[in-house]
């Protein structure tokens, strides 16, 4: 009795949401709107109670709020990691709002750790991950599918508002600082090669992440 009641329990459960996180100009959002889409148009097939919804970045959303400016991160210790700390609370009230709805999430609380070790400290960084809101994200992000973008490919272009790696070294460089946490805490990430290239073959590297975590999840894993 008690297997058939796991068994319909987890049969309730929406699907693992999808993390897409990684250095600014990797592809994130490309892949969260690609990632989207396949989902829009295969339901029936993979069998999934609805359509992921699409969570967006919170950082231009904080940015403005709190009249942060881009050059701030770098400029100013004490700014950039009040900003990163702004961006964890944010993060996990908008997922604290979607309870039994699963998602597809461009970026995450990891990227505000990634970025306060680049341009504050590491000692900073792991305080960050004692806050409560991070307490409250980090089960969501162990739960889920979490895929870490690769710099190196032909995506490094400046949208006039976000802070852009000072070349490809730091673009790298960055990688290493959202590797750091994801290991400390115990996090599994995959990370797509930059050398696969094409959109659909990004989409289904991911989607067979997310089949394989669902599969585990399944049994029990």
Not at 105 to 130: K, M, N, T, W
Not at 143 to 160: F, Q, R, T, Y
């Amino acid at each position: 009795m008690a297997r058939t009641q796991d068994h319909d329990q987890l049969a309730n459960e929406p699907p693992p949401n999808i993390y897409i996180i990684g250095v600014q100009s990797t592809g994130n959002t490309t892949l969260v709107l690609a990632l989207r889409d396949y989902f829009a148009q295969n339901l029936p097939s993979e069998k999934l109670p609805s359509q992921p919804y699409q969570l967006k970045e919170v950082a231009r959303g904080v940015l403005l709020r709190h009249q942060f400016t881009v050059s701030d991160i770098s400029s100013s210790k004490e700014r950039s990691l009040e900003l990163q700390r702004l961006i964890i609370e944010a993060r996990a009230a908008a997922e604290g709002a979607l309870q039994h709805i699963w998602y597809i999430a461009d970026r995450s609380a990891l990227d505000a750790v990634a970025y306060a070790r680049q341009y504050v400290g590491e000692a900073e960084a792991r305080g960050l991950r004692h806050g409560v809101a991070w307490q409250q994200v980090e089960e969501k992000i162990r739960a889920g599918v979490v895929i870490l973008c690769e710099p190196g490919g032909e995506w490094l272009m400046h949208d006039g508002v976000r802070l852009m790696p000072r070349g490809r070294n730091e673009w790298f460089t960055l990688k290493f600082h959202f590797q750091i946490p994801l290991v400390e805490c115990g996090i599994p990430y995959a990370t797509p090669p930059c050398s696969v290239s094409t959109l659909r073959e990004r989409v289904d590297s991911v989607v067979q992440a997310w089949k394989q975590k669902q599969k585990l999840d399944a049994q029990g894993c």
